[in-house]
């Protein structure tokens, strides 16, 4: 089970629009200079469970706004999150079929594919927004919309060909 | 073109660090099929005064479409809703001459304010009066005390009414010569020389304001209207206020009005006094100041979307002026879909006027901009300059330009929304 390190409920520093953001504990890059160095842990925060997505379900769109959810770590798609992160997904669009998903990971869209994994595969034919790549300190750049070094890329799924 | 420029100037900042520019104060006016939407003619604009108000804080929002300026004319751009900066508004104008449109805005302005301390009146209900001896008194119900209350305010809106009559009626005698200029050159409505200056002012409008809602409630009921209980009596207390205001209007044939008063001295002084009488009660006298008008207090931890779903219950009730303020991280700049959606929410909700407060601290010796507490992160300086929106206007460094209880009152806000 994963853990989360913390949920912003309205975020304006994550994706364009308002976003309900997701971080999720554990990651194993260990990237020097690292935003959420407490998050590497995989024990850090609270208990991801049915309750954490029923209430991330209900106030993704409270007050009438329909919000983005934005999901970030640690490191969302490594193994031990992987299932989480996708059940998350799933609920959520079977409630809001048309609900934007950005994702933050370490990993590049490249190494993605090569895991060969249904689960990956699912959650990228799912999501918006995929921000990829290690963070890298001697690019870092903070003029960059939505990353955080000059080696990380915004890759934009068209929705149309899923 | 000439909006363009303005906003164009406001993002650019003054001198050789770009700073922002504290005055003049800028208002956009958001109009549904003008600007609101993407298609719309003006819809460019909209959007470069969102960007504008990141960086910059001005512009505020006035809201055309605001049921409470009903009656307005679209092709009169005079009667659009509009406000003086602050929050200052004129609603309809009892005396507009045949012809005129009793929601033009142009040539009038707010004659007088009186403003009631409810949370002293609240005390009063509940037969405490400061003397000690009183003090215990237990033996009053709650339905007592709030029936009280009503009955004091009632008594205290109505001496209200009769200081702003003496204070017109005194204004009213001064010869034309005291603002010349102001006279002679169109600029008040209406002024017709043989007649004095009276036939200028009555366009005007004369408010009964208030201080405290939150505290009052927390005293009459002990919870503030962000319970549905207090919101109740909340709506109740307002009602009496705008329906004397309506009474008054017709039978003064005076453009009275219901105000949400700055206060930004009162909110202090007024605190002062009541500490000195009734020492710190929690909820009600905890801090240095008393809550502005109808706000949710700012210590409140609450969303931009419930804070605009709570203050917009309360903002119809005032014709005279009121603001809604949230407050949002500097990192908006990079986000100005989140600002929109939160604009559009407040127009949607029927708020008049909207304003948000953005962090906007400047170092005085390299010039970098951004939320910094105390160090530059680009130069290391400690000189650095803390741009707030303390009450309606920007000043230059909070913590040199107000009152001890508005500076505690800044430092206590919270963000309502990360």
């Known amino acids: 089970m994963s853990k989360i390190a913390g949920i912003y409920w309205d975020d304006t520093a994550a994706a364009p629009g308002i976003s309900l953001s997701v971080y999720f504990s554990g990651c194993h890059f260990h990237c020097p200079g690292c935003h959420n160095p407490e998050a590497q842990d995989f024990n850090y925060g609270e208990d991801f469970n049915i309750t954490t997505i029923r209430t991330i379900m209900e106030k993704l769109n409270k007050n009438g706004v ?83 070094s000059s080696n990380q890329r915004v890759i934009y799924f068209d929705k149309k060909e899923n | 073109m000439v909006i363009k420029a303005l906003l164009e100037g406001s993002l650019h900042g003054v001198g050789k660090y770009h700073k922002t520019p504290i005055f003049p104060c800028g208002i956009f006016q958001c109009m549904k099929g003008v600007n609101r939407a993407p298609g719309d003619p003006n819809y460019d604009m909209y959007r470069l005064a969102l960007q504008s108000t990141a960086q910059r804080i001005y512009p505020n929002y006035a809201n055309v479409d605001w049921s409470g300026n009903a009656g307005y004319d679209i092709n009169d751009p005079k009667t659009y809703f509009s406000t003086m900066g602050c929050r200052t508004a004129n609603g309809a104008d009892i005396n507009a001459e045949p012809g005129v449109n009793p929601q033009t805005k142009d040539g009038r302005g707010n004659i007088c304010p009186v403003t009631i301390i409810m949370p002293t009146l609240a005390m009063e209900a509940k037969g405490l009066t400061g003397n000690i001896t009183n003090q215990m008194n237990e033996d009053i119900s709650q339905e007592e005390t709030i029936e009280n209350f009503m009955d004091l305010l009632d008594k205290k809106i109505h001496e209200a009414k009769d200081m702003l009559l003496e204070r017109f009626n005194w204004i009213c005698s001064q010869s034309p010569a005291s603002a010349k200029f102001m006279y002679e050159n169109h600029t008040m409505m209406g002024y017709h020389p043989e007649e004095g200056i009276r036939s200028a002012l009555k366009h005007g409008t004369i408010v009964i304001g208030q201080l405290g809602l939150a505290e009052t409630l927390q005293i009459l009921i002990g919870c503030d209207h962000t319970t549905e209980e207090g919101m109740e009596l909340a709506k109740r207390i307002e009602a009496l206020f705008k329906k004397r205001c309506a009474e008054f209007k017709q039978e003064y044939k005076l453009n009275f009005g219901v105000y949400y008063t700055p206060a930004e001295n009162l909110c202090y002084t007024a605190m002062k006094k009541f500490q000195k009488k009734y020492g710190k009660i929690e909820n009600v006298s905890d801090h240095d100041y008393f809550t502005n008008s109808i706000h949710v207090p700012v210590w409140h931890e609450i969303s931009v979307f419930d804070k605009i779903d709570i203050e917009s219950q309360l903002t119809g009730y005032s014709s005279a002026g009121c603001i809604t303020y949230v407050e949002v991280p500097s990192g908006v700049k990079n986000n100005i879909d989140a600002l929109e959606i939160i604009v559009n929410y407040a127009m949607d909700h029927d708020i008049p006027y909207f304003a948000l407060n953005v962090p906007l601290d400047s170092c005085n010796d390299c010039g970098y901009q951004d939320e910094i507490n105390d160090t530059c992160p680009q130069c290391g300086s400690h000189n650095i300059s803390h741009l707030r929106r303390v009450t309606g206007y920007l000043t230059g460094s909070y913590k040199d330009a107000f009152n001890w209880g508005k500076q505690k009152e800044t430092e206590d806000r919270v963000k309502h929304i990360h």
């Open chain 1, 66 to 148: 329909m919000r983005t959810l934005s999901i970030l770590g640690g490191e969302p798609l490594c193994d031990e999150n992987l299932g989480d992160v996708m059940r998350l997904i799933g609920w959520c669009k079977l409630d809001y079929p048309d609900l934007k998903i950005y994702v933050w990971t370490g990993y590049t869209l490249e190494e993605l594919e090569a895991r060969d994994d249904e689960d990956v595969r699912t959650i990228l034919r799912n999501i918006t927004c995929l921000i990829d790549g290690r963070y890298e300190q001697d690019k870092r750049d903070i003029t960059l919309p939505l990353r955080g």
